[in-house]
């Protein structure tokens, strides 16, 4: 297994605690290679042994389409359900749920993406906002799931709660969108793995809380073919499968709060928010 750190100077990549600095890796070229393992393993051959770079990491994303599923854990359903209940909208995530096709949507361009220790934003015409720690998969431009990285869905619940054709705006905005610290690419995190997220404000935890992988109702090749079916993504995707943790519907986020998202066998991906 490899993880990918993105850093101004270039790409470092881990195995088994030894690094090397990567003079010739193409994040382009992972996602549009056949065997994204191998070409990993001869870009590691090929680099320079360094020390792990510390502090900021820029997000693994190059020419890549962000995308997103939704619903995919049932606490998703019932928060979604509260928060449009009024709107009337209530019943579609109840019928997503169950239905065969997953909810994918457009989440971001690499402009819009955000890397660990980068700040992530909220809307100025929001006025409940939430981190979604997302287990994200990195997909190759045939469609094979390759690689992991920890994302975060920043999402108005207010914008989406009025009514359910506003989900693009409450999902799609300038910083709405991070992803880091690394790309792991190899074996991914087991259905054991725990995802969990932390919110800190002026040094005090204000939630916390926790999945596990295996409450997913849908496999990442379902998600990773419905996404590929009928459309071409000549430079791969990443895909955020879904959030299984979402806090309760008296919480917002604030201007200088600090999300801490992790997930077992990737790593930490932490941000503050603008
Ligand atoms: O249905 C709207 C968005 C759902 C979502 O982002 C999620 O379940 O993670
Ligand atoms: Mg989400």
Request: hydrophobic share 35%.
């Amino acid at each position: 297994m490899f993880s990918i750190y993105r850093t101004e100077a270039g790409y470092t990549i881990e195995k088994d605690s030894s690094c090397v600095l990567a003079g010739d890796f193409c994040l382009d070229t992972l996602f549009t290679s056949e065997d994204p393992l191998k070409y990993t393993e001869i870009q590691y051959g090929l680099g320079q042994s360094c020390e792990l770079p510390s502090g900021a990491f820029l997000a693994p994303i190059s020419s890549q389409e962000v995308w997103a599923a939704g619903v995919t854990y049932y606490r998703s359903r019932d928060a979604r359900m509260e928060e449009s209940e009024s709107s009337g909208g209530d019943r579609f995530y109840d019928m997503v749920y169950d239905a065969e096709r997953p909810e994918l949507f457009f989440k971001a361009t690499a402009d819009r993406s955000r890397g660990h220790l980068d700040k992530v934003c909220i809307r100025s015409d929001s006025s409940w906002d939430v981190p979604e720690p997302e287990l994200t998969l990195a997909i190759n431009s045939s469609g094979k799931v390759f690689g992991y990285t920890v994302g975060n869905d920043m999402s108005s619940r207010s914008i989406e709660g009025e009514n359910p054709l506003y989900l693009p705006q409450a999902k799609v905005y300038r910083g709405s969108c991070a992803l880091g610290p690394c790309l792991v690419v190899g074996s991914g995190p087991g259905k054991e793995a725990m995802i969990s997220v932390k919110i800190s404000r002026s040094g005090e935890v204000v939630f916390s809380g926790n999945t596990e992988v295996s409450q997913i109702k849908r496999s990442f090749d379902e998600l990773a073919e419905f996404l590929f079916r009928d459309n071409e993504f000549p430079n791969g995707a990443l895909l955020m499968t879904g959030t299984g943790v979402v806090p309760d519907s008296d919480f917002t986020l604030s201007s200088g709060d600090l999300i801490s998202i992790s997930i077992d066998g990737i790593g930490t991906l932490e941000n503050e928010v603008e």
